[in-house]
T-cell receptor, first 111, second 117 residues
């Protein structure tokens, strides 16, 4: 799996849009970019996955530039319940790759 | 989406005893499952890859004789912590791939909190 770098922590306020950027300079051609969310004492939960350009689902958007060396997870109008740790993972985790987690980004939403 | 369950959700045991944790894929078959350990305020650490019908592959530094993994069927993997000690107290999480699924993801169980006294 390609190594990833993301901010250790972020604070934001309810109702704001939150963008978490992940750097993955060594991403390989077959790699996908996947984001997981983890609440305390729970297993990680899949948020979104993309390969290039932009992907949007009901909870988030994922922006991937043409060179794919970084990606940005965008959470629209966050609420207190979005306080969690967010992990950026790069690889083909659904097929061949085991997941090696980085430190993740601890997002704290303030009222 | 696919569901992975773990049992028990929490367990307290005495030092020196063994504890078995089950990981089940409820609505899909998983030839490969993964076991992680997570200490407070830390990230998940991959312990081993569990392969159905064959021996597990352990990550460097993980004692295979202490953490016994059995993947006897396509829907069940077990992790047995043998001769548990207080330093084994942690949050254990499993995950599984659904190779037949549309999305290229891994599904995680809810975790098992192990406390060794």
């Amino acid at each position: 799996l390609a190594k990833t770098t993301q901010p250790i922590s972020m604070d934001s306020y309810e109702g704001q849009e939150v963008n978490i950027t992940c750097s993955h300079n060594n991403i390989a051609t077959n790699d996908y970019i996947t984001w997981y969310q983890q609440f305390p004492s729970q297993g990680p939960r899949f948020i979104i996955q993309g390969y290039k350009t932009k992907v949007t689902n009901e909870v988030a958007s994922l922006f991937i530039p043409a060179d794919r060396k970084s990606s940005t997870l965008s959470l629209p109008r966050v609420s207190l319940s979005d306080t969690a740790v967010y992990y950026c993972l790069v690889g083909d985790i659904g097929r061949d790759d085991k997941i090696i987690f980085g430190k993740g980004t601890r997002l704290h939403i303030l009222p | 989406g696919a569901v992975v369950s773990q049992h028990p959700s929490w367990v307290i045991c005495k030092s020196g005893t063994s504890v078995k944790i089950e990981c089940r894929s409820l609505d899909f078959q998983a030839t490969t499952m993964f076991w992680y350990r997570q200490f407070p305020k830390q990230s998940l650490m991959l312990m081993a890859t569990s392969n159905e019908g064959s021996k597990a592959t352990y990550e460097q530094g993980v004692e295979k004789d202490k953490f016994l993994i059995n993947h006897a069927s396509l829907t069940l993997s077990t992790l047995t912590v043998t001769s548990a000690h207080p330093e084994d107290s942690s949050f254990y999480i499993c995950s599984a791939r659904d190779l037949a699924g549309r999305v290229r993801e891994q599904y995680f169980g809810p975790g098992t909190r192990l406390t060794v006294t």
